[in-house]
T-cell receptor
Framework: DTGVSQDPRHKITKRGQNVTFRCDPI?????LYWYRQTLGQGPEFLTY????????KSRLLSDRFSAERPKGSFSTLEIQRTEQGDSAMYLC?????????????FGEGSRLTVL | QKEVEQNSGPLSVPEGAIASLNCTYS??????FFWYRQYSGKSPELIMS????GDKEDGRFTAQLNKASQYVSLLIRDSQPSDSATYLC??????????FGTGTSLTVIP
């Protein structure tokens, strides 16, 4: 399977705990994006990388959220001191960016439930 | 003003009819436009991309782009119950980040 893969698919945690999600993009893709989606809403941008460089982070994103892509391959998204409002689907997507565009392909998502 | 706006619906059409989904965007110099389909509980999947004014057809799907009016649409011909899903419009403005609308829920009635 050469698509975008995410792990874990489901995570249930207690408020105040830290969680980490992993994303493995399509191998030839140079851009990797993280989105958050809640019921009835479109994907909300969190951050994106080109290779290992984090190019943009949403202004709406709390300092409790951090993302890395250390070698320009897989990426991790960590949420510290989780709150109930963090409950959502966390989507990773990748694209091959060239000539100012690139189609985005999503993974299956990681669903977070904060109790 | 949101970067991408869609009518959330729900939109219901009978099987075999044409479904028309619409999207407007705010950044006039946006260059790339996409339609994604999302089934309940699943992640979005790419249906169409369009970069130039006019129509682009792929099977039963036609994307239409009018940059002067900042308007993108998706037509689904011969709608099938399996087309029932939420359709997301996405735009890349010049600062190179995908913005998504809230999606339009489509139900095709057998």
């Amino acid at each position: 399977d050469t698509g975008v893969s995410q792990d874990p698919r489901h995570k249930i945690t207690k408020r105040g705990q830290n969680v980490t999600f992993r994303c493995d993009p399509i191998s030839e893709h140079n851009r990797l994006y993280w989105y958050r989606q809640t019921l009835g809403q479109g994907p909300e941008f969190l951050t994106y990388f080109q290779n290992e460089a984090q190019l943009e982070k949403s202004r709406l994103l709390s300092d409790r959220f951090s993302a890395e892509r250390p070698k320009g391959s897989f990426s991790t998204l960590e949420i510290q001191r989780t709150e109930q409002g963090d409950s959502a689907m966390y989507l990773c997507a990748s694209s091959f960016w060239a000539s100012l565009t690139g189609e985005l392909f999503f993974g299956e998502g990681s669903r977070l439930t904060v109790l | 003003q949101k970067e991408v706006e869609q009518n959330s619906g729900p939109l219901s059409v009978p099987e075999g009819a044409i479904a028309s989904l619409n999207c407007t965007y705010s950044d006039r110099v946006s260059q790339s436009f996409f339609w994604y389909r999302q089934y309940s509980g699943k992640s979005p999947e790419l249906i169409m991309s369009i970069y130039s004014n006019g129509d682009k057809e792929d099977g039963r799907f036609t994307a239409q782009l009018n940059k002067a009016s900042q308007y993108v649409s998706l037509l689904i011909r011969d709608s099938q119950p399996s087309d029932s899903a939420t359709y997301l419009c996405a735009v890349i403005p010049p600062h190179n980040q995908f913005y998504f609308g809230t999606g339009t829920s489509l139900t095709v009635i057998p």
